[in-house]
């Protein structure tokens, strides 16, 4: 069993059923390519983990890291493509089906804010699981981009792998010009949907103002 971390999170494979309180597990690593993480010491009793490794501070892509649940013991294992220095973070338990609620990864303006724009307001107080092209992607807090002084008329928002990521439709975007909420990745000269991601939403802005959302969720 796989469990691939988002944000946000994404996990292995509905009705939703009651999450138990969420354990965080975390530990340091120098130099492996390998590492074992039994039940007893993460002491998350259930199959559904989210795994997340950092290094130096960036989130580790699905083609440099992978992992297994064992459905049984609960045991994590995890593999390297190469040599990690950095950080696992182990969380659970996510919900063993996908959920239904209208929240889930929607992308809206902030209510009292329309210069910023959110994904999946709603997670923190309700938990989303959504299974998309076999991959099954869960979150349980919410990301935002708010704009700064950025000049595109169209802001694309999907998931790319394990980030949930706002796509500018200009050809450069500096870091000034809008700021982020959360583990968001931001790309620039997007000037369509993406082919090979997660459609969540197209949006419109004006005068730095969201004015409109499109909502493109495949569910």
């Avoid at 795994?51 to 064992?70: E, K």
């Amino acid at each position: 069993m796989k469990a691939i971390v988002l944000l946000m999170a994404m996990v292995l494979a509905a009705a939703a059923r009651p999450v138990q309180a969420m354990t965080n597990w975390s530990a340091q690593y120098s130099g492996v390519t390998y590492v074992s993480v039994p039940a007893s010491t993460h002491g998350i009793n259930s199959p559904y983990i989210g795994v997340l490794c950092t290094s130096n501070g960036v989130r580790l892509t699905l083609d440099q890291v992978s992992w297994t649940v064992d459905p049984v013991t609960y045991e994590v294992d995890i593999t390297f493509t190469n040599s990690f220095t950095g950080t696992v973070r182990l969380s659970g338990p996510w919900p063993a089906n996908d959920t239904s609620n209208s929240t889930d990864f929607a992308v809206t303006i902030g209510q009292s804010n329309s210069s910023r724009l959110n994904v999946c307001a709603g997670c923190a107080s309700s938990t989303a699981r959504r299974t998309y092209n076999g991959n099954t992607y869960t979150a349980s807090s919410a990301v935002a981009l708010t704009w700064v002084s950025f000049t595109a008329p169209t802001v694309y928002v999907y998931l790319r792998e394990n980030f949930v990521t706002f796509g500018l439709d200009q050809s450069g975007c500096a870091l000034s010009s809008y700021t982020v909420l959360g583990a968001a990745n931001v790309e620039c000269g997007v000037s369509s949907m993406p082919s090979g991601v997660v459609p969540l939403a197209e949006t419109s802005i004006s005068n730095g103002m969201f004015t409109g959302v499109t909502d493109l969720r495949p569910w």
